[in-house]
């Protein structure tokens, strides 16, 4: 079945470091690719998207390309913040008729000292 | 609105109690779910509603009991709940995929659940 797979944490960067966190999936047909992001407290906020290969994502200084030949989004920021630490959830969709299933990556938790 | 908004924000309950979590969106959404997490785990599904009409129940236990009064509106009746229920409860929406290509959801910021 379609799974995803993501980098266990946590990654502990200081401020103004590069960040990676790496992501591939299984998936029969082209899913969407997403990329979540939970701050501590609080629900998951949508933070990029790509819907087909070689889209790429972006938001708030995050990217990710969707890398169809790799089976891979994994997830960039070029300086990160102690405010980006938070869970970040690699997922892919499967759509039905009408509504659509994420499949969760396990998660990976950043944290980001002064 | 773009929102998913979520009530109470936490709650604790007896397990002999009768609570209710709920669930609004005012985005036109047709799609409603019910998802559980537990510290530090991904979200699981429980229930997804299309077009007001129950679609999927991942075999969850039967204390808990969803309901969708109408398109705006996502309900979550909890009865006789174990210690073990205790986690963040996340309501979500989408539109409807028609099908085609599936572009996410919009999550609530959730219910915080402990049963005691």
């Known amino acids: 079945g379609d799974s995803v797979t993501q980098m266990e944490g946590p990654v502990t960067l200081s401020e103004e470091a590069f960040l990676t966190i790496n992501c591939t999936y299984t998936?029969?047909?082209?899913?969407?690719l997403f990329w979540y992001v939970q701050y501590p407290g609080e629900g998951l906020q949508l933070l990029l998207k790509a819907t087909k290969a070689d889209d790429k994502g972006s938001n708030k200084g995050f990217e990710a390309t969707y890398r169809k030949e790799t089976t891979s989004f994994h997830l960039e920021k070029g300086s990160v913040q102690v405010s980006d630490s938070a869970v970040y959830f690699c997922?892919?969709?499967?759509?039905?008729?009408?509504?659509?299933?994420?499949?969760f990556g396990a998660g990976t938790q950043v944290v980001v000292t002064p | 609105d773009t929102e998913v908004t979520q009530t109470p924000k936490h709650l604790v309950m007896g397990m002999t109690n009768k609570k209710s979590l709920k669930c609004e969106q005012h985005m036109g959404h047709r799609a409603m779910y019910w998802y559980k997490q537990k510290a530090k785990k991904p979200p699981e599904l429980m229930f997804v509603?299309?077009?007001?009409?129950?679609?999927i129940n991942e075999s969850v236990p039967s204390r808990f009991s969803p309901e969708c009064p109408n398109s705006s509106l996502l309900n979550l009746h909890l009865h006789a709940l174990q210690p073990e229920d205790s986690a963040l409860y996340l309501c979500a929406s989408s539109q409807d995929t028609g099908g085609r290509k599936f572009y996410g959801y919009t999550f609530g910021s959730g219910t915080r659940l402990t049963v005691v």
């Open positions: 997922a892919l969709s499967v759509a039905t008729d009408s509504w659509g299933k994420l499949q």
């Open positions: 509603y299309s077009y007001e009409k129950l679609s």
């Open positions: 998936a029969t047909g082209y899913p969407s």
